[in-house]
């Protein structure tokens, strides 16, 4: 935590920069739960919710790596302040229709503007920082900001709600994108990449069909991207499973739901700013496979206490536990997605990074909804509990293949020095 206030003291770009990210993310955190309400009320089924969290997805399911080549190929800082835009039209448009149908296709053009945001914004974080040693905080710190949105926003929504309805949080969530684009838009940041001097310029699919084949050519990145995405497969089943195992298996409120969650995002957060020190490329690696193992630790041992432990402790031991539980498993999330994010800032080309974000944004996408299509299914065959330890043993079969997968690529004696492909892309201008 320290390197990060550290950034945010000395580099005034930075500041501004996070600012705007942070107040977004608040609006995002409450207008997440304005949109299920509206969502619901518009369409009184659980399947309005399903719909609207899918429709959201989509984009950066099918099209990840064209949004990843636009911000390679444009300025980053424009396709940010774009980004912003849309979802200003978008959120605005959710609150001015009442069709369910219009809904759903608003929910698609917010999730196209998160899908180009994202990518746009972690390559051009070596921009927004003066001294390169500061990145890493960076990077901490924008997992940290986008997570703490979700923490914090419900309760502001719960604030808003107790005196106007869910229409007037929508605004207020355009509003923050709206704020966003007017500060970014004047800072000093993500300027296009440079390109080799006479090199072709292919069409704006053509670079997303180079940045996946050049994905695919780096073996390490692509292991640590499959295995990312095997991450939120498992997150995404827990995520399904967590109200059923709060309420049904704990036997706990809503409120102690709440609180779980709470915790699970306190260990996120802190898994993020473990990331904010940075390392050598081996020490980035180790520490994601800690992620990993951490995550799938937690997962486990949420599902083991369910299955092990209720009936066995007084109920507050019990819910100690899983306490505990996690938190240790928002930790291991953290960890995945700060560290992820500093190798690829360490191993791919400044010219490729962006599509490399938008395929391993693309990559999650689709495991998030695979396992929410699938959780519900599973949930009618077994329990929550048992879901969310299957879902820990996944976790840890994707550490152990990860591991040895990795285990000759980024060694510390090669630490300082980029693999021979991405050598050959960064002479070609990939």
Known sequence: MRESLGLLRHERRARLFFLALAQSALGTGAGYIALLLIAYERFESP?????????????????????????????????AVVADIVRVVAFGGIALVDSYVATIAFALLAGTGTGLFRPSTLAALPSVVDDPHRLPA???????????????????????????????????????????????????????????????RASLLGEAR??????????????????SAAAWFGTGLFNIAE????????????????????????????????GAKGGPAHVLKRRYLGGLLFLALGLLATGLTGILVVGALPAGVVFAIALATFAVGGF?????????????????????????????HSMGSWAFAVAFLIAGALLEVVEARELIAIAGGLGLVSFAVSTFALRKEWPESD????????????????
């Open 47 to 79: 399947w309005a919710i399903s719909l609207v969290l899918i429709a959201d997805l989509i984009p950066p399911m099918v099209l990840g790596p064209v949004f990843g080549a636009a911000a390679d190929r444009w300025s980053r800082k424009r396709c």
């Open 138 to 200: 960076a990077t901490s710190l924008y997992g940290v900001v986008a997570d703490l949105g979700f923490i914090a926003g419900p309760a502001v929504a719960a604030a808003v709600l107790a005196v106007g309805g869910p229409e007037t949080l929508i605004w207020a969530n355009a509003a923050t994108f709206a704020l966003s684009a007017l500060v970014l838009a004047p800072l000093r940041f993500g300027e296009a990449p440079g390109r080799s001097a006479g090199a072709a």
């Open 210 to 227: 180079d940045g996946l084949r050049a994905t695919a050519g780096m073996r390490a990145i692509r292991i640590v991207v499959l295995a």
């Open 243 to 274: 109200l059923f195992f709060a309420t049904e298996d704990l036997g706990t409120s809503h409120t102690g739901f709440g609180v779980l969650v709470t915790c699970f995002g306190i260990g996120f957060i802190t898994g993020s700013f473990a």
């Open 332 to 360: 291991g999330n953290g960890l995945v997605l700060v560290y992820e994010r500093l190798l690829i800032q360490e191993a791919v080309p400044d010219g490729l990074r962006a599509r490399v974000f938008g395929i391993s």
């Open 415 to 430: 630490d300082g020095a980029a693999s021979p492909e991405v050598r050959g892309m960064a002479r070609a201008g990939a």
